[in-house]
């Protein structure tokens, strides 16, 4: 029986900071998703999107709805979405009108350029969850495999616990 | 609904070997799970067992025996394995006897002490499956979730490929 | 022969840069200059004073003068300070009036906590320079032993050049 | 004034240890070091010649011969041999007779593909030791610069120190 694809939809958010010294600043870059996965030395059939460059306090009801419109419309089943933490529980309530899909939103609380980062455990547990859970939108942080409609961010404990 | 609490039992393997330069070798040493974990920053419910510090080409059937007791005799149905890759396998199947829990064995293909391992990616693989998965034996290696009674490892390749 | 001891001053710069999720941005936090040591297995006599946390674009002139009066008044002739690399050049005028002491300016183009920085070689040339070379005022980056007096960082290149 | 170009000649050791898999043991690989001065943002002239893959306990006299005849037939008279720690002083003496160049010898106590490790601190240091110091033979680990005529490795305190 063959693997089922993944799709991974990458939107920004901290997982995907770098520093740039010229500015003086950090900004969203070219998202590292696809050199944590050959590090992770991922054979599992899989796509990448590089859908928009956003800390997740920017997105819109338009960034959201296109994001909804890109999974509806990709063959895969399965859905990775890496997403800034601050708006991923919006996101998840949009993305679960979508049916037959298992649809996993994840980030990264340190970017993953990071030496210290939770990003490659995060993205493990998306990958893991996206072929093991039923259909539904479903969100991996801090070690857990949370209900997408059912958590929320404490943003200064800096934490998702369910709600 | 409170979170269901994870049982990490260590055996040892490639993921906890360490470089000892007075040795001029590297040997498995102090599991580095925990550290991983607070990294990772997991804050679902766990506790880790150091049961053993093997390669897994050296673990008995009397080693395998003593995993499968000190998983069946815990109060965690949810259970993460670290194991060593290359009979991995063959543990799986002395493990599938026990009803009732969701256990998952997980290894690396490089040392979790490496700048570029698959160690965090694979134990976060893990963490989501315990939770996400039906009771009964996987593995999560390579990006795949895999039923832990149809898989092998194919040790040229360097990687797990379904039976 | 005693090893001569080695004093190190941190002031901040990009070499200490923290992401703060909570904030959505990050900062000069603790100084990872220790651990960086730790790290590198340094046996070599040293002290860290942690004098201040800046961004070098805002050091002021009281801030040069309180660097300049703490080097002074150590028993160290042998001094490390890490700084920001905008105004790197400006603060070794200031010092280049300590006699009788070797004093090394270096900094980091992307933060010591990043996986891939120039931090621990840049510190290493740092340690070696003081101990190396002859009393004055010297500046240890982009692979380059620079005289303190004769170099500029060109930004957009994003490196130091010999004026 | 143009800097002075720097001839790094790379002889194996473990900074250069890697770990296969298909083996369940590691070996000295492909050098990282070319890497490791790409990551440190070099910028000063120079150039690598991977000239043998060995434990630093194998090399014979004739490797020794072999090192040095390269290094005094090179143009450049600023000089890092990337090394083995075991037998580093060995080599430094015949390196010694070598006249007008400043050779530094430098290797790791953990491999440099390790997430810890001194390697790129301590290459940074023979950087700068070979910039700054006069000419002659040098050792430059656990954060030292040590005359390399002075000063042999405690083997169980995984340290140099001076004689």
Redesign the interface.
Known sequence: ?P?AP?LVVTTGG?ID?Q?F??L?E?QIAESVIEK??R??????P?RVVELMRK?S?ELTGEDRALIKAAIAAAPETRVVVTHG??TMTETAKVLAAIPGKTIVLVGA???A??????A??????????C???SPGV?I?M????FDGLKVRKD??A?????I
């Open positions: 029986m693997l993944i901290t900071k520093y010294d010229a003086s950090y944590l996965l590090v992770s030395r991922v054979a599992h899989f800390d306090l933490t601050d609380l340190a970017p350029r990071f030496a210290e980062s939770d490659p455990f995060n993205l493990g547990m998306a990958f893991a969850c072929q093991a859970a479903w991996t801090n070690g857990s495999v943003r200064e800096g934490k998702f616990a369910e």
